[in-house]
């Protein structure tokens, strides 16, 4: 998906009429796993559970040491954890704090990857819902918010190059 489809909510497999009629309002699910409704009981425990893990692990963590290597991250590295919280979060259809953790992921270690996308995606769809709504302030809102994404991508390739 190009950027300007996510700029303007499109979604894969998704027609402007599905949009029109929600279809941008609809749980978002990871890219794989299920959306949240069509979660079992079993499944929602099981990712209930590694959430209070993560939860526990971030919370006991040392503070993040700026000598570790951002190419070799470890196990319990506090940007995956976020990351891995996020998709979680996003799983059970809870994109506020599936937003929440992909921000942290990418303030802990600004990088590509899938706390990036995630992102952009989940801001698209939640300033689309707003469009929607004709909530011009929540419009600004999610544009500032990608407005600030894209930045961080520029900061990245520089530091990159």
Known sequence: MGFFDRLLGTRPGSST???ADG???????????APASELTDAEREQTTARIAEIDAELASAPAPSTSSSPSSPSA?????LHEELGTLHERLGD???????????LEARPRYGASYNRLMDLY????????SAGDGAAINQWMSK???????????MRENY
């Open 124 to 131: 698209n769809t939640r300033r689309a819902q707003a469009a």
């Open 23 to 33: 279809g941008s309002a609809r749980t978002t699910a990871d890219d794989a796993g």
């Open 17 to 19: 009429d599905q949009a």
């Open 146 to 156: 990608i407005d600030a994404l894209l930045a961080t991508s520029k900061r990245i």
């Open 95 to 105: 994109t506020g704090a599936a937003i929440a953790s992909f921000e942290a992921s």
């Open 76 to 80: 319990s590295d506090p940007a995956d």
